[in-house]
């Protein structure tokens, strides 16, 4: 599918740009796939996805403990792009390519 592949993703977190990676692998109206970053690699959970539009989560332990994070965003040919939820501490933008 035209979502499947693997990300390099800049998120704009409260507390400056952080880099992570995504991989992305369609079956039906369903996405996995895994999510990694400096605190190391998780699947992905809540994964959906329609047509060029998808939203998956991750749950990651960083300094502050566990947080969730809860992407929604579109694929547009190798970039990738949305808005990041950062559990309690709000919401950002991310965007990417495909690596």
């Known amino acids: 599918m035209a979502v499947d592949g693997t990300y390099n993703i800049t998120m704009n977190t409260p507390m400056g740009d952080r ?18 970053g400096g605190q190391g690699s998780v699947a992905i959970t809540d994964g959906t996805t329609s047509g060029d539009d998808v939203a998956w989560a991750a749950t990651i332990n960083g300094a502050m403990g566990e947080m969730k994070l809860a992407f929604s965003g579109k694929v547009d ?21 495909r690596a």
């Open 19 to 36: 880099p992570a990676t995504v991989t992305l692998a369609a079956d039906g109206g369903a996405l996995s796939g895994t999510f990694g």
């Open 77 to 97: 040919g190798d970039t990738i792009g949305g808005t990041v939820q950062f559990g309690m501490f709000g919401s950002g933008p991310f965007t990417g390519t």
